[in-house]
């Protein structure tokens, strides 16, 4: 300050100076945007700025004498709730002073209001706390990686997709992850030259060969975000590890390639074996015809071929017809209801009555449960498997019992027979149509019943097996789920 | 034990704030006061009639009506020594 020697000069200017100190002061305080409370020692409101109306959303002038209180501070500010009647709490930074003012010590109390800022923080906070639970709650692996293309985070799929901890990941090079394993030229190619320029890619397939987890097939999907609050950029990359999704895929496919083929054969068999019987009733019929016409003008040697002819003739039809049976447990099979095995397998055993008449054999069977199937094909089951256990009789007259065991959620039949039985290694040759272990001599037929077992049994759901040693007899078993449906 | 310290304190609703206040006076009181205070406890939100006639500009407010004379404190009551000597009480020791 400028030195003065005139007393009443003096005067004047610290007047002067102290004026435009206080000027300086009010303004502060009348401008200030923070409400600024001044009390006694005891906490007493001696002044209120005009800011602090705002901050506190009402009229203060009643407020002046009253107690405001000590203000208590930690350091240097501490937050309080501002009670603001009409509208919702908000939230202010309270700075507290003690001073002397006049040689009398008064507290200098300021509140900022940052509700505001508050709210501002909180919704950051949300958003990143809702952005962070999405990329660790989807089940895809996701990179979070910056422009330099290092790892800034990646989520549990991520490492357990590709067995990797977060600490070889994490601020690494995504090049570096792993030996090197996502150093992928294809991979690069998206990162480095598509993503700069398009910021999205989506869908782009890679196959890689993972030391770790072996070969996968992976969909890439990534997304380049300009942050405009730092000035940088971040990636975000999504892995979907589709190996097994490809794979199930083509097993769907050729599963219903298998199907459509499967039921097309069937539809060829049933077709051809109608059709063919046709032109072979003509073959036989002429053959007899030849016979009955020709007889006295034939000698022993044409009379013998003609014999071979028409049994021939014979032999077809029956392979013709067996065959027919055996697609038509495919094309003419019922629907599957609540069926008594009981009654069916009463059925089958009137339809073998001459048989077992003839043989002197003895069926028997315990309780037998009423499952889901197609009646008329379980009768065709047991007469089968009856009638096999019947011409396979050993010396003994034939004994066959039927049974069944419910096992988890299906029902297992036996039939046991006391007859010759099989030999271990043909247990599953039987089963197959036209495949026979005798000569036809020996035993009539030509080797499908076992084969329309089968058929009707997988038609069901279920399986067929033989448990069997040579000349001790043997059981068949097959199995029907309970809750049964048409394959 | 007859009630010798009768007190209130305003608080905002379930801010992390109030809980905090609340929490540490009532840990402070029962400590120095045990079964000889009375703590009534006031949200503003819920009662802002009462918040009005009692002057409160922010919570957490903690007022100290017996034993006289009437003080009060606002703003941080973590700290027991700075409590009980803002409201005029020293503490039992």
Same mark, same amino acid.
Request: proline share 17%.
């Given at each position: 300050m400028k030195k003065l020697t005139n007393k009443a000069g003096q005067y004047k200017i610290d007047l002067q100076a102290l004026k435009e100190s206080e000027a300086r002061f009010r303004n502060i305080v009348l401008w200030s945007p923070d409400a600024i409370i001044v009390t006694d020692a005891k906490g007493k409101i001696e002044y209120m700025n005009p800011a602090a109306e705002g901050v506190f959303n009402r009229k203060l002038e009643s407020f002046i004498g009253t107690d405001f209180g000590l203000a208590l501070v930690d350091g240097e500010s501490t937050e309080i709730d501002i009670f603001r009647p009409g509208k919702d709490p908000g939230v202010g930074e309270m700075h507290a002073v003690e001073t002397e003012w006049m040689n009398k010590k008064k507290r200098l109390i300021t509140i900022r209001d940052i509700t505001e800022r508050k709210r501002a923080e909180q919704a950051i906070r949300d958003a990143q706390e809702y952005a962070e639970s999405i990329v660790a709650t989807v089940r895809e692996p996701l990179l979070v990686l910056d422009a330099? @293309? *290092?790892?800034i985070k990646a989520n549990k799929s991520f490492y357990w997709t590709f067995q990797i901890t977060p600490e070889k990941t994490e601020n690494r090079l995504l090049y570096d992850v792993g030996d090197r394993q996502w150093d992928i030229p294809k991979l690069r190619e998206l990162l480095e030259k598509i993503l700069p320029k398009n910021t999205v890619f989506n869908d782009f397939e890679i196959e890689h060969d993972f030391p770790t987890i072996g070969r996968r097939i992976m969909l890439l999907n990534a997304r380049r975000i300009y942050r405009e609050g730092n000035k940088t950029q971040t990636i975000l990359l999504a892995i979907e590890d589709i190996t097994e999704c490809k794979q199930v895929t083509e097993l769907k496919k050729a599963l219903t390639d298998l199907e459509r083929s499967n039921q097309e054969l069937e539809q060829f068999a049933y077709v051809a074996s109608h059709d063919l019987q046709e032109p072979l009733r003509m073959v036989a019929s002429y053959t007899q015809l030849l016979e009955k016409r020709y007889k006295d003008q034939l000698d022993q040697d044409a009379k013998d071929f003609i014999g071979f002819a028409a049994d021939g003739a014979n032999r077809m039809q029956r392979l013709i017809n067996d065959l027919l049976a055996y697609s038509r447990v495919g094309t003419r099979g019922k629907s599957l209801e609540p069926t008594d095995c009981h009654t069916m397998l009463g059925q089958a055993i009137a339809n073998l009555s001459m048989v077992i008449e003839e043989n002197h054999a003895v069926v028997t069977s315990d309780e037998l449960p009423t499952v889901m199937a197609d009646a008329s094909q379980m009768v065709q089951l047991f007469q089968n498997l009856i009638g096999n256990a019947i011409k396979f009789r050993g010396e003994e007259s034939p004994r066959i019992h039927v049974s069944a065991l419910e096992k988890g959620n299906e029902w297992v039949f036996s039939v046991k027979d006391n007859g010759i039985g099989i030999e271990a290694q043909f247990s599953e040759r039987? #089963?197959?149509? #036209?495949? *026979? @272990?005798?000569?036809r001599e020996k035993y009539p037929g030509t080797g499908i019943g076992l084969a329309i077992c089968k058929k009707i049994v997988d038609r069901h759901g279920g399986k067929i097996w033989v448990e069997s040693e040579l000349g001790k007899g043997s059981t068949f078993y097959f199995s029907i789920p309970k809750r049964g449906s048409v394959k | 034990m007859p009630v010798k310290y009768v007190l209130k304190l305003y608080v905002t609703g379930a801010t992390p704030r109030s809980q905090a206040a609340l929490k540490s006076i009532k840990k402070i009181l029962s400590e120095a006061y045990k079964g000889a205070y009375s703590l009534k406890v006031i949200d503003v939100v819920k009662h802002p009639k009462l918040a009005e006639d009692d002057k409160?500009?922010?919570?957490?407010t903690l007022i100290k009506i017996?034993?006289?004379?009437v003080a009060r404190i606002i703003g941080d009551l973590m700290d027991k020594e700075k409590v009980l000597l803002g409201l005029d009480l020293v503490a039992v020791r």
């Open positions: 330099d @293309l *290092r790892v039987i #089963f197959i149509a #036209f495949q *026979r @272990l005798h000569s | 409160i500009l922010a919570t957490p017996l034993p006289p004379p």
